[in-house]
């Protein structure tokens, strides 16, 4: 089954910059992606919803993240980005993409990539 591969996550200091890319495994030849986004776990802390966009391109953000986030998506490589700026120390955390999959023979399921470590130093 289709699965998520994410990519870019890092060590940067308080007010620098990060992109995330999640990217599906493979070609959307027989399945298409619905809604994807970003969730994000803090040490001790619940996993959270950081950013979500539909297949039109309809996007909602954490309070958090609004206005230093920006969630895209590029629907002929199934990949979803987060360019994340003026990163904060609270911003630490794993970062976990998903992806809502149709199969067009009916199945649907979600899909969750590995997981990126983000690390924001003060």
């Known amino acids: 089954q289709v699965q998520l591969v994410e990519s870019g996550g890092g060590l940067v200091q308080a007010g620098g910059s990060l992109r995330l890319s999640c990217a599906a495994s493979e070609a959307g030849s027989s399945f298409m992606i619905n809604s994807m986004g970003w969730y994000r776990q803090a040490p001790e802390k619940q996993r959270e919803l950081v950013a979500g966009i539909t297949s039109v391109r309809r996007t909602n953000y954490a309070d958090a993240v609004e206005g230093r986030f920006t969630i895209s998506r590029d629907n002929a490589k199934n990949t979803v980005y987060l360019q994340m700026n003026s990163l904060l120390p609270e911003d630490t955390g794993v970062y976990y993409c998903?992806?809502?999959?149709?199969?067009?023979?009916?199945?649907?399921?979600?899909?969750w990539g590995q997981g990126t470590q983000v690390t924001v130093s003060s």
């Open positions: 998903y992806g809502d999959i149709t199969y067009y023979s009916g199945r649907t399921y979600t899909a």
